[in-house]
């Protein structure tokens, strides 16, 4: 499963979610499923518009670990 370290970026730059909303023009409800994992597609635009804001790599974002959603795949 892809474990979305979100939070982890934002505090390493300091931000809050809401400036990490407006900065990347989601709403505060999309970046909370974000945040969560609660998402189940995610695209590329997407990841590199948070890529752009929070300064970082697509791999500092998501981590892959072995779980039991894998079977969904």
Same mark, same amino acid.
């Given at each position: 499963?892809?474990?979305?370290?979100?939070d982890?970026?934002?505090?390493?730059? &300091?931000? @809050?979610?809401?400036?990490?909303?407006?900065? *990347?023009?989601?709403?505060?409800?999309?970046?909370? !499923?974000?945040?969560n994992?609660?998402?189940?597609?995610? &695209?590329? @635009?997407?990841?590199?518009k948070?890529?752009? *804001?929070?300064?970082?790599?697509?791999?500092?974002? !998501?981590?892959?670990?072995?779980?039991?959603?894998?079977?969904?795949?």
């Open positions: 499963m892809i474990i979305f370290n979100i982890v970026m934002l505090a390493k730059r &300091k931000m @809050s979610v809401g400036e990490l909303a407006e900065n *990347v023009g989601f709403t505060m409800a999309n970046v909370s !499923l974000l945040k994992g609660k998402i189940k597609a995610l &695209k590329i @635009s997407t990841l590199n948070l890529c752009k *804001v929070l300064d970082c790599q697509p791999c500092d974002l !998501l981590e892959y670990v072995e779980g039991e959603d894998d079977e969904d795949a």
